[in-house]
């Protein structure tokens, strides 16, 4: 059964030894990141703030900031286990004969059975409250010493598209500016920030409905991060993720539908063409993310649990929570990319690339120009369009293992031969760009050279020692009585 809702999850994580309850009063305003940061960073427990400062909502960090609690979020033992439902509904072909059209049924089944659900009435909706409502009612965290203000940091942000109608949710960050008003950081990019540009050019003196719902069962929690194609609908994918269908309810002052199993929602609307100054950020970069002109959110109604948690996270200086989530991306999303390109054999994005900065691919290489095909491939499949350095390496270089990946990417290169810069969109938030959102691009062809690559030279093999040599030093291993060393840094 998939978990009910985010307290239900916490129910599991505390069960599994997952979930530290932090009993003593503590600020959001800079100790819970540092307590949070410090956790995260030695392989801690979700975190339970029971007392945050000024609220007398609890506050819950760290959710999913190790590989093991990703896995119970997702109720798998690895990810390579939702990687492989994946790859068998990609590998669906048409059905041949009686015996394969049998076969499919289970497959299609699962699909049929993943919609969204539309119901009554929520737990989302214990208590309405259009007045007399403040957004520092809840522990909302100031992160960084240098961030302008509060932010609220996991919110799944929900919109339609004007000129289809169809759902987007989105996780954006949203700087407090007072009671009841928030930025909306709405990065150029972002299907959130095309739902505006399309609203303002049908009408430029109205509004936008938006729904932010905060805190659910971690699966539709990461609806908003999961990059999904343009026309799926983030709550149908989540619900694949849980194996069970996200059930929505009407919001109560917008036509739009919010996880019903939500803690807290912030029903309202942003002024078109209305912007206003939003940050500094101390972002997932390590950097503060600068200042800039957002569309403003004015919150008109607010629903929640009678006792909500107030879910949140922590970005900065890697790793943080978010890497582990842009590992389960990573995994989980690694048979479309293959389905899209067959060569590719295995990816790594490493935490100290922060996502955009740095790729790792293996490809099976089958003609000349194979690499530069693959790196371009990349940088037009969605949100990897950012990725500033894509680094191609062979198939039988483990991407997993940052030393080996050094190692052979560096030996394998002519720098001046191998390494090319394209010109492109990169993320609003890469403070090195020439200017914001366009910049420059790198890929390094770090795989075996081909003559027909103008390599006139022979490629040497690789040092491995004589497999029958090695087994029979395994059997005499313990009788040499070596006392094993520190491990070289």
């Known amino acids: 059964m998939a978990y009910r809702d985010l307290r239900d999850f916490l129910k599991k994580l505390e069960k599994e030894g997952e979930l530290q309850r932090i009993s003593v ?61 994946i790859s068998s509904i990609l590998d669906m072909q048409s059905p041949q004969g009686l015996l394969d059209k049998v076969k499919m049924l289970p497959k299609l ?57 169809k759902r987007n949710v989105g996780c954006y960050r949203m700087q407090v500016f007072d009671e009841r008003t928030t930025g909306m950081h709405w990065q150029t990019q972002k299907h959130g920030a095309e739902h505006y540009r399309s609203a303002l050019s049908k009408n430029k003196g109205g509004r936008l409905d938006v729904a932010v719902a905060i805190g659910a069962d971690p699966a539709t929690c990461l609806s908003g991060i999961l990059p999904v194609p343009p026309d799926m609908d983030e709550f149908l994918f989540s619900g694949f993720l849980r194996n069970d269908p996200v059930e929505v309810v009407s919001c109560k002052t917008v036509d739009l539908e919010v996880p019903a199993n939500a803690e807290i929602v912030l029903e309202g609307h942003v002024e078109l063409g209305e912007m206003r100054t939003e940050g500094p950020f101390g972002d997932h970069t390590g950097f503060y993310s600068l200042e800039g002109q957002y569309p403003v959110f004015h919150v008109d109604c607010v629903t929640h649990r009678k006792d909500p948690l107030y879910l949140t996270t922590i970005v900065g200086p890697p790793p943080q ?26 990816v790594a994005m490493p935490a100290e690339g922060i996502f955009q900065n740095l790729m790792i691919v293996s490809i099976r290489k089958s003609y ?14 969605g949100q990897a369009m950012f990725t500033k350095v894509v680094v191609i390496v062979d198939h039988d270089v483990n991407v997993q293992d940052s030393r080996e990946v050094v190692w052979k990417a560096l030996c394998a ?58 087994r029979r030093i395994d059997t005499i291993w313990s009788q040499l009585k070596i006392a094993p060393g520190k491990p070289q840094k």
């Open 321 to 346: 929570e978010d890497y582990f989530i842009g590992h389960m991306i990573e995994r989980v999303f690694l048979p479309v990319m293959k389905m899209q390109h067959p060569e590719i054999v295995d």
């Open 109 to 165: 089944a699962e699909l049929g059975n993943v919609f969204p659900k539309t119901v009554r009435g929520g737990e989302c909706q214990e208590v309405v409250r259009t007045e007399g409502f403040s957004l520092f009612d809840f522990p909302i965290l100031q992160c960084w010493p240098q961030d302008g203000g509060r932010y609220i940091t996991w919110p799944m942000v929900i919109t339609k598209n004007p000129e289809t109608g």
């Open 413 to 470: 290169i002519d720098p001046e031969r191998d390494i090319e810069f394209v010109l492109g969109p990169v993320d609003t938030l890469d403070h090195a760009a020439r200017r914001q959102d366009f910049g420059s691009k790198m890929g390094i062809d770090a795989t075996r050279k081909w003559p027909e690559e103008g390599f006139s030279g022979r490629w040497p093999d690789e040092i491995k020692m004589d497999a029958a040599i090695k």
């Open 25 to 85: 009063e503590v600020d959001p305003v800079l100790e819970i990141t540092e307590i949070s940061d410090r956790a995260v960073k030695a392989g801690g427990p979700a975190l339970l703030f029971e007392r945050p400062r000024g609220s007398r909502i609890p506050a819950v960090t760290n959710m999913v900031g190790t590989e093991r609690r990703m896995n119970l979020a997702l109720e798998v033992d690895s990810l390579d286990d939702v990687a492989g439902r």
């Open 368 to 381: 000349p120009g194979h690499a530069r095909k693959t790196m371009n491939a990349i940088w037009s499949l």
